[in-house]
């Protein structure tokens, strides 16, 4: 079967997938970087580690607030795919109908400038919206 990737291309054309599933607690992000961290690791993409817990920790924290805002008991599922060439990641979270975006960029904001560290780190970013319900957030990375 072939599946196809957010950020384009057959799932089956890429060397190394892995997916984990959260559920929506506090610690959702932390447990997605370490995870990311030691996965990346074992891949041999240690280089990029760094920018790829940066994006994953926003994507999650973004998941993780939507959904417990709604008050939805459904998981964030991560997905990491690499070629080599690239390293993409997913966000799944069950609020289909509520986009990230970005928030206040002013130096006095506690918090919104997630969405910018994505955009400067990733080749590209999106949302798409999946036919049983929720959204993936994803991001590409040029290794």
């Given at each position: 079967?072939?599946?196809?990737?957010?950020?384009?291309?057959?799932?089956?054309?890429?060397?190394?997938?892995?997916?984990?599933?959260?559920?929506?607690?506090?610690?959702?992000?932390?447990c997605a970087r370490l995870h990311a961290k030691a996965?990346?690791?074992?891949?041999?993409?240690?280089?990029?580690?760094?920018?790829?817990?940066?994006?994953?920790?926003?994507?999650?924290?973004?998941?993780?607030?939507?959904?417990?805002?709604?008050?939805?008991?459904?998981?964030?599922?991560?997905?990491?795919?690499?070629?080599?060439?690239?390293?993409?990641?997913?966000?799944?979270?069950?609020?289909?109908?509520?986009?990230?975006?970005?928030?206040?960029?002013?130096?006095?904001?506690?918090?919104?400038?997630?969405?910018?560290?994505?955009?400067?780190?990733?080749?590209?970013?999106?949302?798409?919206?999946?036919?049983?319900?929720?959204?993936?957030?994803?991001?590409?990375?040029?290794?």
């Amino acid at each position: 079967m072939t599946v196809q990737t957010s950020a384009g291309g057959a799932a089956d054309l890429w060397e190394r997938q892995d997916a984990l599933e959260l559920r929506a607690l506090d610690t959702a992000p932390s447990c997605a970087r370490l995870h990311a961290k030691a996965l990346l690791s074992e891949w041999g993409l240690s280089r990029i580690a760094d920018e790829a817990e940066l994006v994953i920790s926003e994507l999650v924290t973004n998941a993780y607030r939507i959904t417990a805002a709604l008050k939805l008991d459904t998981p964030i599922s991560l997905r990491l795919w690499t070629d080599y060439v690239h390293l993409v990641l997913e966000v799944w979270d069950g609020a289909g109908h509520r986009e990230p975006k970005p928030g206040d960029q002013s130096t006095s904001a506690e918090s919104g400038r997630g969405l910018a560290v994505v955009t400067a780190i990733a080749e590209r970013w999106g949302v798409r919206h999946v036919e049983d319900g929720g959204k993936i957030v994803f991001a590409l990375i040029k290794l």
